[in-house]
């Protein structure tokens, strides 16, 4: 079993950028596939990016295609979430997730971090 701890979050105006860490314990993570999503209080958790175990295949929702890009080094066991051009509606609680695919559904994934905030001023 993965586990997950995101880091990086934080306060920053509309505009600046932030890069999330995503950091993973366990011998299988060269072997998932880890994705980012986001959940506001009181909505459902919202797919950001995935990127397969080996990070030749990435995907991203519609709203972030170039704005944030998603890597991974597997020699640090960490996956990160390059985030561009802020606004306020960016203001979330940004998770990783850990999968045996990536995917834009919650429920491929096994394994969820505590999720790190990101605020978004304007």
């Known amino acids: 079993q993965v586990q997950l701890v995101e880091s990086g979050g934080g306060l920053v105006q509309a505009g600046g950028s932030l890069r999330l860490s995503c950091a993973a314990s366990g011998r299988t993570f060269s072997r998932v596939a880890m994705g980012w999503f986001r959940q506001a209080p009181g909505k459902e958790r919202e797919f950001v990016a995935a990127i397969s175990w080996g990070g030749t295949i990435t995907d991203y929702a519609d709203s972030v295609k170039g704005l944030f890009t998603i890597s991974r080094d597997n020699t640090k066991n960490t996956v990160y979430l390059q985030m561009n051009s802020l606004q306020p509606e960016d203001t979330d609680v940004y998770f990783c997730?850990?999968?045996?695919?990536?995917?834009?559904?919650?429920?491929?994934?096994?394994?969820w971090g505590q999720g790190t905030q990101i605020t978004v001023s304007s």
């Open positions: 997730p850990a999968g045996p695919s990536g995917s834009v559904s919650v429920r491929i994934y096994s394994a």
